[in-house]
């Protein structure tokens, strides 16, 4: 339940060997490349330092990257239309592919292509022979008219063309009709266009001019295909049997171009994969440091993995150096990417952290507190068994298909029926003798004695869980060495101070505590005015000079407006929570009215569905609200105090389809 320990490596390895590192790096999938070269991974050095340790045995020569990503783009491009060709999805097949190189891809590449090349231009053509004559049968389904096209083709003095022609240049043909040497029919209307399908008939001799005319229309002929003959309907008829023989004849040719089909789709996954692992590579030579004889790369791996690593490095090669760095030891300039480490029960959750933001590697994960805080703020708002055993029972069935989505509704849903055994509550009936033994709110929410108690539990969460909130951001400022915030700041000790201190003056003021009012009213005014000084307080602590950059009048300005801020922000905060409290006397509130509904009638069916359609609504739009409230109180009240989410994510070299 926290971030993944991560160590900086500083790789150096003789050019020689760059090649073969870089693949086991790729297919171990557990290194984020750093590139960032700057003077704090001691690149320079190391490159001096081992330049000489680390001779080549050859004279290398300079690769040309463009070149080589050119050819590699090409062959890729080879295994997409081979594969297209044979209907075939390619897949990433990273089975013993450091065994199979380059050349053996290319070399089987060119086999599957020189073995079904002949056969594959026949199958391309029946291809596009079976879409022209499905295009065809869309159209002429639409035809309504019984026309004999066999009889119009033995006509001796009269040829005819079928096809569609728009409603516009219909009109104009209706005006100009007395001009045009044709006799023109609707023979069907096009469902959701503006063409309609016409038979056009005239004399031969008028070929010419009236093939002119349609041309000046913009028709767009329907070709009856070669050999097929007769009505519309045996058209269709003639129509589907020829595609169905088309299909066959395509059928036999895979069979004949492909006896194995299996054995070929492993084939061209593995050049596929060895093509795109050739291609990352080369990507990753173009990004890392060369020197004469040596590359260098800086990358960050997790803690667990520094053996294994070395183990795959040292297979291939013994002309390399590994430095490992912990975090403490790279210096506070470099911050690793963040791989959050999460278990069973909260690993659902970082989801919802991840659209604020991700923490970076010195913050406190916040995952595990939003899992428990969220589940109780849900389970509060909308506690009732029934319910909440819907909601756990949809979350098991959306967990093969959305994992994330499934675990949490299932564990919403936990809270949800945890909290309905303290109401007493099932599909909000709250009157049932075993339940109302053991609830812990006796009458249910709204209750007249348990409404304030419930209001005032929402705040007491409320002060309890921005407790830990400030906890939580302090020690992440003072993880990031500042102390202004961290200890002055409006989200630090000082400013915790002075949250406590206005919540003490309000349990005053209800007289809860017997102590004077102007005592916790004073502790808010030192700790406002402490943090109206926080600059010039931790220079002098740091033993900076000036105490205050800038225009002095213009910090005091900005500070006493952040002051009032302050004041604002903490009164939101506290009121804020008072919503949980109220949220869960609406929800009583909302199936109340559907049960008053139900009682005004005597049929028993109409009480059932009036219930029935109150819990669906209940479970839809309330559990919606509800959700998002949570995440409301998350995201504003909580997280500003204590969570930045400006971390690296973790993203491992890998091949990628």
Excluded at 6 to 30: D, F, K, T
Excluded at 587 to 597: D, K, T
Aim: aromatic share 10%.
């Amino acid at each position: 339940m926290a971030i993944e320990k991560m160590l900086l490596l500083n790789l150096v390895g003789s050019l020689e060997e760059e090649h073969a590192i870089l693949q086991q790096l790729v297919l171990y999938e557990n290194v984020h490349l750093n590139l960032e070269h700057s003077n704090e991974y001691d690149n320079n050095y190391m490159i001096h330092e081992y330049e000489i340790a680390v001779p080549s045995s050859k004279e290398l020569q300079q690769e040309n990257y463009s070149e080589i990503e050119s050819k590699y783009s090409v062959l890729e491009n080879t295994v997409v239309q081979v594969a297209s060709d044979l209907d075939i999805m390619l897949k990433l097949d990273k089975t013993n592919i450091k065994y199979y190189g380059a050349s053996d891809a290319v070399n089987d590449l060119q086999f599957v292509k020189d073995k079904i090349e002949p056969s594959i231009d026949i199958i391309k053509q029946k291809r596009a022979r079976i879409r022209e004559l499905e295009a065809f049968k869309e159209k002429i389904k639409y035809i309504h008219k019984t026309i004999d096209f066999h009889s119009l083709t033995q006509l001796n003095y009269f040829e005819y063309e079928i096809g569609m022609l728009s409603r516009d240049n219909k009109l104009h043909i209706k005006r100009n009709y007395e001009n045009i040497s044709a006799v023109v029919f609707k023979v069907g209307d096009i469902e959701d266009s503006r063409e309609d399908i016409y038979l056009v008939l005239y004399l031969k001799e008028f070929k010419e001019e009236t093939q002119r005319i349609l041309k000046s229309l913009n028709w767009h002929e329907l070709l009856i295909p070669e050999g097929i003959i007769g009505s519309e309907e045996e058209l269709g008829k003639a129509v589907n049997e020829k595609i169905s023989e088309l299909k066959q004849e395509i059928i036999y040719l895979e069979k004949s171009v492909i006896e194995n089909k299996e054995e070929t789709i492993l084939r061209l996954n593995k050049i596929y994969t060895r093509i795109k692992l050739e291609q990352k590579i080369v990507e990753l030579k173009e990004q890392i440091i060369h020197g004469n004889n040596v590359f260098m790369l800086n990358a960050w791996i997790r803690k667990k993995d520094k053996e294994i690593l070395e183990e795959i490095v040292a297979d291939v090669t013994d002309k390399y150096v590994a430095i490992f760095k912990t975090r403490e030891e790279t210096g506070r300039q470099l911050l690793p990417p963040t791989l959050l480490k999460n278990n069973w029960f909260f690993k659902p959750f970082e989801t919802i952290v991840k659209l604020y933001g991700l923490p970076s590697y010195n913050e406190i994960d916040p995952t595990p507190f939003l899992t428990i805080t969220f589940c109780l703020m849900f389970g509060i708002m909308f506690g009732d068994i029934g319910q909440g055993l819907v909601y756990f029972l949809a979350g098991l069935f959306m967990y093969k298909k959305n994992e994330i989505a499934g675990g949490v509704l299932t564990r919403l849903g936990m809270s949800s029926i945890l909290f309905g055994f303290v109401y007493g509550s099932i599909f909000g009936i709250e009157h049932i003798p075993i339940l109302e033994e053991i609830a812990l709110v006796q009458g249910g929410p709204l209750n007249p004695t348990n409404i304030m108690p419930i209001l005032l539990a929402g705040v007491i969460f409320g002060v309890v869980t921005l407790t830990v909130c400030f906890i939580i951001g302090i020690i992440n400022t003072l993880r990031r060495g500042d102390i202004e915030e961290g200890i002055f700041g409006k989200n630090g000790i000082v400013g915790y101070l002075f949250f406590m201190g206005l919540i003490m003056t309000a349990v005053t003021i209800v007289k809860i505590i017997p102590i004077p009012a102007l005592v916790p009213i004073s502790i808010m005014l030192i700790t406002l005015i402490i943090m109206i000084f926080k600059e010039p307080l931790t220079h002098l602590i740091e033993g900076k000079r000036p105490l205050i950059n800038g225009d002095k009048t213009s910090y005091y300005i900005e500070s006493g407006f952040e002051g009032i801020e302050t004041i604002l922000s903490a009164l939101s905060n506290g009121i804020s929570f008072i919503r949980i409290g109220a949220f869960a006397l609406n929800h009583a509130g909302l199936f109340l009215a559907f049960l008053v509904m139900s009682r005004m009638t005597e049929n028993s069916i109409l009480k059932f569905f009036i219930l029935l359609i109150g819990n669906l609504l209940i479970l839809t739009l309330e559990g919606l609200v509800v959700f998002i409230q949570g995440l409301r109180l998350q995201y504003y009240e909580m997280f500003s105090k204590y969570f930045k989410g400006d971390g690296t994510p973790y993203q491992p070299i890998k091949i990628q389809e």
